[in-house]
Each structure stands twice: as structure tokens, then as C-alpha cells.
């Protein structure tokens, strides 16, 4: 059974830094594409970053670009999203997302349904 937890979300004001983690447990990374996504209330789910099942291609949202890195530790099985300089539009229910062996083009890295697994969210708040 394949499980995502993430952790590190909570509020910060704007221009800080927060540092998102995603536990996998039930498989390694190998062969998994794995991704950020965003859900603001009222809004749809959207990509914020990912980076390819070979590990070799990282994928970011123009609105994060310069700012979010997506990182992975294999020998912990997590994946992370460092968020620096912060805007109040940032705030949302983040998730972090698995798919085996992924497409690499970004029109299927960027979509929701390219994923198999979901956490449950962590919930960033920036204020103004």
C-alpha cells in the first residue's frame, strides 16, 4: 500500500520560507514521478512542481519559478518543496503526488490525473 504524508505546512508572513516534506512509504522512488500541487478554496487543484520518475528533469509553475525548489532524498524516500519569498497568493492546501513511471513531457507532468497517489495536504498560509 503505497502512502504520501507531507508535513512543514503553517503560517508565515509574506517574503518568509517554508520547507514542505513528503514521506513515502509502501514503495521507493524508483520508477515514480512525483509532484507538488496546490488547491486555494474555491479554486481547482494546480501544479506547482515535480520532477520526473528518472529523477532527471524538475518541472516548475510559472508562478513559482525562482522561488520553489523541489528536491528528493532517495535514502529517506521523501521529497521536498523549499518555498522562499512567500506571497499571500501562495496560500492553499498543498499536496504532494506519486505516478509510476510518468510521462515526461510537461502537459502530462502538470496534470493531476498523471498521478496514482495523493497526500492528504498541508495547509500554508502567508499573510500580508
Known amino acids: 500500500q503505497v502512502q504520501l504524508v507531507e508535513s512543514g505546512g503553517g503560517l508565515v508572513q509574506a517574503g518568509g520560507s517554508l520547507r514542505l516534506s513528503c514521506a513515502l512509504s509502501?514503495?521507493?522512488?524508483?520508477?515514480?514521478?512525483m509532484g507538488w500541487f496546490r488547491q486555494a478554496p474555491g479554486k481547482e487543484r494546480e501544479f506547482v512542481a515535480a520532477?520526473?520518475?528518472?529523477?532527471?528533469?524538475?518541472y516548475y509553475a510559472d508562478s513559482v519559478k525562482g522561488r520553489f525548489t523541489i528536491s528528493k532524498d532517495n535514502a529517506r524516500n521523501s521529497a521536498y518543496l523549499q518555498m522562499n519569498s512567500l506571497k499571500p497568493e501562495d496560500t492553499a492546501v498543498y499536496y504532494c503526488?506519486?505516478?509510476?513511471?510518468?510521462?515526461?513531457?510537461?502537459?502530462?507532468?502538470?496534470?493531476?490525473?498523471?498521478?496514482?497517489?495523493w497526500g492528504q495536504g498541508t495547509q500554508v498560509t502567508v499573510s500580508s
Open positions: 503526488a506519486a505516478g509510476f513511471r510518468t510521462g515526461q513531457a510537461m502537459g502530462i507532468m502538470t496534470r493531476p490525473g498523471s498521478y496514482n497517489y
Open positions: 509502501g514503495r521507493t522512488f524508483s520508477g515514480y514521478a
Open positions: 520532477f520526473s520518475w528518472s529523477g532527471g528533469t524538475t
